[in-house]
């Protein structure tokens, strides 16, 4: 946002005449403001692989572009049309990237950083879309409960001719929902069993849980370490309120992280604090309550990873919570330079989501909590934290974690920042 919006800008007052192409999760979503900028003209509302080459062709021929699939644009009138969805391609019979050219001009090894996973580690995407339509995802409008995959063979194939171009050792698969197909997952193991490759992706836990302890055991086997869930909350009543859909429970999040402990692959769990309640009591004891859940799942699990997040909306139009949130006051900025504020930065990071039910005593209660976990129970993933400094901070913040007490944790804090450079993965990633 911080290059695209001035970058757009400064192009559009200097060359009226280009027309401006935006796609992606943010500008999908909050197309309207997009739009009304007055600098971007066409926006992709979904893949573009097929419908851009398309784009360009109508707009270099002076073509109309209404028949064109997974678009937002304003017509002539100024009204705001979006074109019908295009269904998700087959993946296998896209053409392969060309990574061997892309090697000419700037070399994959600055691509491929040291992490957890290994010392070159490759993000990939084998896939787009998920099957679920939880109302505070971003994926649910683009996509719309659709998910499509490249075959098991395929993904090989790439990663295959990657290593030929620089061995690569350790892979992230940043699909939205990677463990959709099993017999997809099952074929893609046998495949890499033997490359010595570790490997992380996303996943459900109603999903994952449907795997036989065979399934686990294979893929962990052939390198699976970490899988991400997004565990939102501890009560059934919240992930019912937030249409988290299938069959996930309270009672399967804690019982499927003991199941994955047994096969050493860590579940990444991350919980969303701070959904709208009915009244301010409800939403701190929701709060409350997520953060025992929290503990619960810890001690089930100790190797489980915990990702905090406090509730930023990214509803689906239509959807109840989407009513909640307006019932309540919230509101989007009606200006696309305000996104680059200061306090929409920290909404966009999921940290301060300026949310009208979160009081400052829920914010800080959230982010204290958040302060003392992760100096109680340290993220496996920052490569920076000594066993030694493990330690320190683990003994310093243990009566705080063991008896509930997070006010002002200020000595933790400044070790974070200042001794350890605590890394966030929720915002840092690996």
């Given at each position: 946002?911080?290059q695209a919006?001035?970058y757009t800008?400064q192009?559009?007052?200097?060359?009226?005449?280009v027309?401006?192409?935006?796609?992606g999760?943010f500008?999908?979503n909050?197309?309207?403001v997009?739009l009304?900028?007055g600098?971007?003209?066409?926006?992709?509302?979904?893949?573009?692989d097929?419908v851009?080459p398309?784009?360009?062709d109508?707009?270099?021929?002076?073509?109309?572009?209404d028949?064109i699939?997974?678009?937002?644009?304003?017509?002539e009138?100024?009204?705001?049309?979006?074109?019908?969805?295009q269904g998700l391609?087959?993946?296998?019979?896209l053409?392969?990237?060309?990574y061997d050219?892309l090697n000419?001009?700037?070399p994959?090894?600055?691509?491929?950083?040291?992490?957890?996973?290994?010392?070159?580690?490759l993000?990939?995407h084998?896939?787009?879309g998920?099957?679920?339509?939880?109302?505070?995802c971003?994926?649910?409008?683009i996509?719309n409960?659709?998910?499509?995959?490249?075959s098991?063979?395929?993904?090989?194939q790439?990663?295959?001719?990657?290593?030929e171009?620089?061995?690569?050792?350790s892979?992230?698969?940043?699909?939205n929902?990677f463990?959709?197909s099993?017999?997809?997952?099952?074929?893609?193991?046998k495949?890499?069993?033997?490359?010595?490759?570790?490997?992380?992706g996303?996943?459900?836990?109603?999903?994952?849980n449907?795997?036989?302890?065979?399934?686990?055991?294979?893929?962990?086997?052939?390198?699976?370490?970490m899988i991400?869930f997004?565990a939102?909350?501890?009560?059934d009543?919240v992930?019912?309120?937030?249409?988290k859909?299938?069959t996930?429970?309270?009672e399967q999040?804690?019982s499927?992280a003991k199941?994955?402990?047994?096969?050493?692959?860590?579940?990444e769990?991350s919980?969303?604090?701070?959904f709208?309640?009915?009244?301010?009591?409800t939403?701190?004891?929701?709060?409350?309550?997520?953060?025992?859940?929290?503990?619960?799942?810890?001690?089930?699990?100790?190797?489980t990873?915990?990702?905090?997040?406090?509730?930023?909306?990214?509803?689906?139009e239509g959807s109840?919570?989407?009513?909640?949130?307006?019932s309540?006051?919230?509101?989007f900025p009606?200006?696309l330079e305000?996104?680059?504020?200061?306090?929409?930065?920290?909404?966009d990071?999921?940290?301060?989501?300026?949310?009208?039910?979160?009081t400052?005593?829920?914010?800080?209660?959230?982010?204290?909590f958040e302060?003392?976990?992760?100096?109680?129970?340290?993220?496996v993933?920052d490569?920076?934290?000594?066993p030694?400094?493990?330690k320190?901070?683990?003994?310093?913040?243990y009566?705080?974690?063991k008896?509930?007490?997070?006010?002002?944790?200020?000595e933790l804090k400044?070790?974070?920042?200042?001794?350890?450079?605590?890394?966030q993965p929720?915002i840092e990633g690996?």
């Amino acid at each position: 946002m911080k290059q695209a919006i001035p970058y757009t800008k400064q192009i559009k007052q200097e060359y009226p005449e280009v027309t401006t192409i935006w796609g992606g999760y943010f500008a999908s979503n909050q197309f309207q403001v997009c739009l009304e900028s007055g600098y971007i003209d066409v926006i992709i509302n979904g893949p573009g692989d097929d419908v851009f080459p398309r784009l360009i062709d109508a707009k270099e021929h002076e073509k109309p572009i209404d028949d064109i699939e997974n678009l937002i644009f304003k017509n002539e009138h100024g009204e705001i049309i979006k074109t019908k969805k295009q269904g998700l391609l087959d993946q296998d019979k896209l053409p392969p990237l060309p990574y061997d050219h892309l090697n000419k001009f700037y070399p994959l090894n600055r691509f491929l950083p040291k992490t957890i996973l290994g010392n070159a580690t490759l993000g990939y995407h084998s896939s787009f879309g998920c099957p679920f339509t939880c109302s505070f995802c971003a994926v649910v409008p683009i996509y719309n409960a659709r998910w499509k995959g490249q075959s098991a063979k395929r993904i090989y194939q790439e990663y295959s001719k990657l290593q030929e171009i620089n061995p690569v050792d350790s892979i992230e698969f940043h699909d939205n929902n990677f463990f959709v197909s099993k017999k997809r997952v099952i074929e893609f193991a046998k495949l890499i069993m033997n490359d010595n490759i570790k490997w992380w992706g996303e996943g459900r836990i109603d999903t994952m849980n449907q795997y036989t302890d065979e399934d686990l055991d294979l893929i962990s086997r052939a390198g699976c370490k970490m899988i991400f869930f997004g565990a939102e909350s501890g009560s059934d009543e919240v992930l019912k309120q937030v249409d988290k859909g299938g069959t996930q429970t309270a009672e399967q999040i804690i019982s499927f992280a003991k199941r994955l402990k047994k096969f050493n692959i860590i579940p990444e769990y991350s919980f969303v604090l701070g959904f709208p309640g009915k009244d301010e009591a409800t939403v701190m004891r929701q709060i409350n309550d997520d953060i025992e859940f929290i503990k619960k799942v810890k001690k089930a699990n100790p190797d489980t990873e915990i990702i905090i997040y406090i509730y930023s909306p990214v509803p689906t139009e239509g959807s109840e919570l989407y009513s909640q949130l307006q019932s309540a006051g919230f509101e989007f900025p009606n200006k696309l330079e305000d996104w680059l504020k200061p306090a929409w930065e920290s909404f966009d990071l999921r940290k301060n989501p300026l949310t009208p039910w979160l009081t400052p005593k829920m914010v800080d209660k959230i982010k204290n909590f958040e302060t003392v976990l992760n100096a109680f129970h340290p993220t496996v993933s920052d490569l920076r934290l000594t066993p030694k400094k493990r330690k320190v901070i683990r003994s310093l913040s243990y009566y705080r974690y063991k008896y509930s007490f997070y006010h002002f944790p200020y000595e933790l804090k400044i070790l974070q920042k200042f001794w350890l450079k605590y890394r966030q993965p929720e915002i840092e990633g690996f």
